[in-house]
């Protein structure tokens, strides 16, 4: 199995950048791509971006494209979400997530708030 441990959220002011992180643990060596999703209050979980662990292949929504970037470190396990000019719609919980070889299901992160707001 995968686990995945979000860190990176906190109160931005619209305009300002934040970089998450996902720590990634367990059977790392099966992982195909990780995802960042989020959700915001009162909507559905929606795709932000993802990016594949074997080689830095990156999708991401209309909504962040050219302004968030996705990146991976697979010596220290981590995948990063960089976040520039963040806008008040950009306010959710975001949740890391894995898809693996083997893995019955997507594995998920416990998610942490980001909130932009002046």
Known sequence: QVQLKESGGELVQPGGSLRLSCAVSGRTFSINRIYWFRQAPGKE??????????????????????????SRDTTENTVYLRMNSLKPEDTAIYYCAADSAGSSGRAWGQGTQITVSS
């Open 45 to 70: 979980r929606e795709f932000v971006a993802s990016i594949t662990w074997s080689a830095p292949i990156t999708y991401y929504a209309d909504s962040v494209k050219g302004r968030f970037t996705i």
